[in-house]
């Protein structure tokens, strides 16, 4: 399978392939730069960014390809919580060797603060860690305090 | 149901026939009198990096009545916090000499995080010393509701059926959140008394929502004083409010006398969790209606309870006192 991820103009596609790395797909307008920068893909790799490209699913999206570069476990979640309906598509020799949907976990470890300025994660340095209660809207739970919380709210660990 | 080395860390950590069998318990202290010898050897350590007199002194005492030894501070002054020590270290420290951990804390979720650190030490070989908390910042104050449920159970002989108003400050009162989660486990309907911007926040509500429970939101006592069972009246903390003119526009706005408690069913119990500024008063407490003293004394037989569980199992024998 060849990589044709991404947005096509009748000619073809707008933004070119790329022999290896990421392509991460699907991502909601406006939110392809926040993720290039939580994930540090803007330090060195080439990196293509695609802003309110068309989408027959959700209208309009952004997308990312990174050469070189591959999204690992812990990414994933982090992606998952900007972009919940996110396509992270794994490119080798111009083919998609691997193609997976982001979804949230159940547990997020010391990925994410919780939104209670009071929590006592968020005053001494120790490991946060956060329960899914809902992922459509996403609601979070901290495990430590139960302060309840909804996705815009939530900021990922710096 | 396994009471021994367990934390108390939130109300919702408790099943109901959990919280059933404390009460159980402290009827049992009540009517035999505290076994002296129960807890002979053993030490609670009592770390209160905020202010208390009832929660502090009634664990204390209640731990001696059983024959336990107490250490403890109040107030980090003098403690190495003042040097900047994190919780984690003051628990590791406290943990190597005492069986048992009670403490205050001004940050929510501490006492998670203490239960935690604690559980962890048995991975290196240790022993689990329980964390029972005595207040986290604004969000719990599980044993604060264990005696309040006993006080509302041992008044109106049920807590199933009952009308519980709660009254003034919903959204820092952590004794309101944790009563909320607790009633939530009863056939009990809520009616929240607040100004608008001291109302009860959502994530409680919404907690309420997914459980079925009933609750109705009110601006005055008088639209609820002549039908409720329970009256739980809260003071307006001016500590927990993060702009002192915030605070001013809303203190002394609820202010319960004998007038208006005469307008209360015979039966109903005035109940707070204290302490109190204007929100009763005076002339309030020779009122039979109000309960407020004896729900604070209920404080030592219900914490001596947990202490006599979570220390010693079910093993209590009858008391001399």
Known sequence: MSEKTGAKTKKGLIVSPIENGTVIDHLPPGKAIKIAEILNLLQGSVVIIGQNLKSTKYGKKDLIKVENRYITGEEYNKIALIAPYATVNIIRNFAIQEKRKVSVPDVLEDVALCANANCISNKERIPSRLYTVSRDPLVMVCHYCGFEFKGEELKLKG | ?321
């Open chain 2, 1 to 321: 149901m396994e009471f021994v080395n367990r934390d108390v860390v939130s109300i919702k950590d408790f099943t109901r026939p959990e919280l059933e069998h404390i009460f159980e318990k402290a009827e049992d202290i009540e009517n035999k009198g505290y076994d002296k010898s129960l807890l002979k050897g053993k030490r609670v350590g009592l770390l209160f990096y905020e202010p208390s007199t009832r929660t502090r002194m009634s664990f204390d005492t209640a731990a001696q009545a059983l024959g336990a030894d107490t250490v403890w501070f109040a107030g980090v002054e003098g403690t190495s916090v003042m040097k900047g020590e994190t919780l984690k270290d003051t628990i590791e420290t406290v943990a190597n000499y005492v069986d048992l951990i009670v403490m205050r804390h001004p940050f929510d979720g501490s006492a998670r995080w203490a239960a935690d650190v604690t559980t962890k030490r048995t991975l290196r070989g240790l022993k689990k010393v329980p964390i029972v908390s005595g207040g986290d910042g604004k969000n719990e104050h599980p044993t604060q509701t264990m005696l309040d449920l006993y006080s509302i159970l041992k008044t109106q002989g049920r807590i199933d059926g009952l009308e519980v108003a709660m009254v003034g400050d919903l959204k820092y009162g952590r004794t309101v959140h944790s009563l909320s989660y607790a009633l939530s486990m009863f056939d009990s309907k809520i009616k929240y008394v607040a100004p608008d911007q001291l109302q009860v926040p959502d994530h409680v509500t919404s907690f309420l929502k997914r459980k079925g429970i009933g609750f109705t939101k009110h601006s005055k006592i008088e639209d609820v004083i002549e039908t409720v069972d329970i009256i739980y009246m809260t003071r307006i903390q001016k500590e927990r409010f993060p702009d002192e003119n915030e605070y001013n526009k809303v203190k002394g706005i609820y202010r319960m006398d004998k007038k208006l408690l005469s307008r209360a069913k015979p039966t109903m119990r005035l109940m707070h969790p204290l302490p109190r500024v204007d929100e009763i008063s005076l002339d309030a407490d020779e009122d039979t209606r109000a309960y407020y003293f004896q729900q604070a004394g209920n404080g030592m037989l219900v914490r001596a309870a947990l202490l006599a569980l979570i220390m010693a199992g079910d093993t209590m024998k009858e008391g001399s006192t």
